[in-house]
């Protein structure tokens, strides 16, 4: 089910104007959920420039009567200032059904069962029951909408193709307005089109099948009034931007990007191609050679948010652990749910797809040559982050401030991880036996009895998706006894994680194990990945003479083993990491750090990708490591603390500045100019700076006194100064006496 429009002034360029999915290159000043609660509903709006319209939808999920399943969709469309005083506009409501041998019949209002000048669609769909339909009109001017409702039988397979199934319609038609044939019936696709001249309201209700007409417009009114407030009461006591972010604006744009986050949350279905034969670890192209026997497997299913509505509307593992680092604090019930979804589809050997590309209308938006599946390549293992972070929730040591929770309670909460921990443990060992070195002894690396040494499989000369990092660059030519510091660097992650669940679930000798494996990796990646010319750590490849060679490009992967915490507050290698994120010819830059340092010969070369630009992701977890360290005692304490409060009001401030520029959240940003890239509406780990607004202020108390605008050039005389922090003080003083601080 869903909406289109257009302009209806004419056919001619119907297959121009007619809006379904909001591309890239459509001409929008900005779209999405102004605020959104999964459980409750939300505010959606779209600002269509060519069209010169407006859409805005208010979702109500009635979830406190009789019928907790029903839900209600206003949809209000408006022409923006702009627009003609003759523009007529339409909009097309589409209800389509997927499942075999399911059907829905429309009817108009005349003396039946739907509402007076409105549309009923009773939906017989199998294994949900009969479903009830309702579209009735709203007036908001003195030129009533033309209506019009065309209902067909087409396969299913094509069910999901209704942008082409009414551009067909559409074009066959010979009306002097887009328009389509007025055909109410039975059928298992149904278009209920509505034509306008100015502004035009209507209300959709979903529900079980009952004898109950709609509401009135005035309870439905109040809805929508009570789940904005409900939302913008929970956001300020979960996600209300803290100093020096307390400004509506940022607020705003806070609400936006959790709201847009959330509401990027589908549900996927469909069947996966999956090559059956181990694809070889290298090759010579990004395919790492061509598929030969791939195997449609499923049908599988998935709840999961995605990076970007229009562009990447499918769920990608390691993207996930980051949506649901921001999810986790606004209801951590769902978002644990999330994590269980993902986890069933894990096969029996442990092996996760690294993108979820289920069904026909899935890979429709994939190249062809990235449909296909290899169940030896991974990616990085971001979903143990959020059980990490749960587990500090279910003791209490984080603060949770969001949905009511079941699962925040130890039996329930136990539950959840006994059920999830040898799914966890399978991923692991999976991750450790298909991505381990080839041979460590054989190669001469140091420490070769420790084997802890991994890498990527799947790459490429240019490219390795499976990191996630795709074109940062790496070892020129790829050799099976390369190793590479991120692949080590998550596997560390894990075991830490292992290791807390183990210990809440008493698993002492599983937990023993874990330590010992996180005590081998941290030797592994100093005694294998560091290089003490380049104080850094590196990758590693075998070159021309059989021997071992660090091959350095200081970045983002250099960063891992720092943000992975094994690199411990008074690690002898942390102040030389510490050096490479502060150094703006490295890392540093205005906007947040640089995804490849400005030294290296790759930086800005080639696809460009994360050779430079900022990436919101990884500069959040070096946020949350760096504070971490200036929140506990250590050596580097105050330095951690001096470069997280630049680094956070950087990072915020770029990616909101490009958000009023645009109306847009952007996949990366440009680390010279701070501007917006790549793909807009990216709303997936770029909604990190959710969280990093509501982080804690480390600066030191400021004195701030309101000046008036001709006084702000004026310095403060030194006596007056003197005086106002002697008040200040004594102010204090008196009351520490009042609270029974002073003895």
Not at 495 to 512: C, N, S, T
Request: hydrophobic share 35%.
């Amino acid at each position: 089910m869903g909406l289109m429009w257009s302009t209806a002034d004419g056919t001619g360029d119907i297959d121009k104007t007619l809006r379904h999915t909001c591309e890239q290159d459509e001409g929008m000043a900005g779209y999405g959920w102004n605020d959104y609660d999964a459980r409750k509903g939300g505010t959606h709006v779209v600002n269509d420039t060519r069209n010169k319209l407006d859409v805005i939808s208010y979702f109500i999920r009635d979830t406190d009567s009789s019928h907790p399943d029903q839900w209600f969709l206003r949809v209000v469309a408006q022409p923006r200032p702009d627009a003609l005083n003759s523009q007529h506009s339409t909009i097309f409501v589409y209800l389509g059904i997927e499942a075999p041998e399911s059907l829905a019949e429309c009817e108009r209002g005349h003396g039946t069962g739907a509402p007076k000048n409105g549309i009923r669609c009773r939906a017989k769909v199998a294994g949900l029951g009969d479903l009830d339909i309702q579209l009735s009109e709203e007036p908001v001017s003195n030129q009533p909408p033309l209506t019009h409702v065309t209902s067909m039988t087409v396969p299913v397979e094509t069910v999901w193709q209704t942008k082409r199934i009414l551009m067909e319609q559409l074009q066959n038609d010979a009306s002097p307005r887009a328009q389509i044939h007025d055909s109410p019936g039975e059928g298992n696709l149904h278009f209920i089109q509505k034509i306008f001249h100015g502004s035009c309201q209507f209300d959709i209700r979903f529900s079980p099948w009952t004898k109950s007409t709609k509401p009135k417009a005035a309870a439905l009114t109040q809805k929508t009034t009570d789940t904005q407030s409900a939302f913008a009461g929970r956001f300020a006591s979960t996600f209300s931007p803290r100093s020096p972010f307390q400004d509506q604006r940022l607020a705003t744009f806070s609400k936006y990007l959790v709201s847009n986050l959330m509401g990027g949350v589908g549900f996927f279905h469909g069947n996966a191609k999956v090559e059956t034969t181990a694809a070889p670890p290298y090759g010579d192209t990004i395919k790492s050679g061509d598929p030969t026997n791939v195997q449609d497997k499923g049908p599988f299913q998935l709840l999961s948010a995605v990076p970007s509505r229009p562009f990447f509307p499918r769920g990608f593992l390691w993207d996930e652990g980051f949506h649901l680092q921001v999810m986790i604090h606004w209801d951590i019930d769902f978002a644990l749910t999330i994590v269980q979804s993902w986890f069933d589809l894990m096969d029996d050997d442990g092996w996760i797809a690294r993108e979820q590309i289920l069904g026909p209308e899935a890979r429709s938006k994939v190249p062809p040559e990235f449909q296909t599946q290899y169940p030896n390549y991974a990616n990085p293992p971001t979903l143990f982050l959020v059980v990490e972070a749960f587990i500090s929730r279910l003791e209490g040591k984080v603060h949770y401030s969001g949905a009511p929770s079941r699962l925040l309670d130890h039996q329930r909460g136990s539950s959840v991880l006994t059920d999830l921990y040898p799914k966890l443990k399978k991923h692991y060992e999976w991750f450790r036996r298909t991505q381990s070195g080839d041979n460590l002894s054989r190669y001469g690396y140091p420490d070769p009895q420790v084997n802890e040494g991994y890498r990527w499989q799947g790459r490429t000369p240019q490219h390795i998706l499976t990191s996630g990092l795709d074109d940062y660059p790496r070892a020129g030519k790829p050799h099976p006894g390369e190793l590479h510091v991120d692949a080590l660097a998550w596997v560390g992650t894990m075991a830490i994680a292992l290791g807390k669940v183990a210990a809440f679930l008493d698993k002492k000798k599983d937990e023993a194990t874990f330590k010992k494996h996180t005590d081998k990796i941290i030797r592994s990646m100093d005694s294998i990945h560091w290089s003490d010319n380049q104080r850094a750590h590196c990758d590693t490849t075998i070159n021309e003479n059989g021997q071992v060679e660090q091959v350095c490009h200081k970045g983002y992967i250099s960063l891992f083993p720092f943000t992975s915490k094994l690199l411990n507050a008074t690690h002898p290698k942390l102040g030389a990491v510490l050096d490479l994120i502060q150094d703006p010819e490295e890392l540093w830059s205005p906007y947040g750090l640089r995804s490849l340092s400005q030294k290296d010969e790759a930086y800005g070369t080639g696809e460009n990708y994360w050779r430079g630009p900022v990436w919101v992701n990884i500069n959040y977890m070096v946020l949350e490591r760096l504070l971490d360290l200036a929140e506990n005692p250590g050596p580097y304490r105050q330095r951690a603390q001096d470069i997280y409060i630049e680094l956070r009001n950087n990072v915020v401030n770029t990616v909101f500045n490009a958000w009023q520029e645009t109306g847009f959240a952007w996949e990366q940003y440009n680390a010279e100019t701070g501007k917006g890239q790549r793909t807009q509406h990216f709303t997936g780990w770029t909604a990190l700076v959710a969280n990093i607004m509501a982080m804690p202020d480390l600066r030191t108390p400021q004195l701030h006194l309101p000046l008036k605008e001709s006084d702000s050039t004026r310095t403060w005389s030194p006596h007056l100064l003197f005086l106002t922090m002697i008040i200040l003080l004594m102010v204090r003083r008196i009351g520490d006496k009042r609270a029974g601080r002073i003895d």
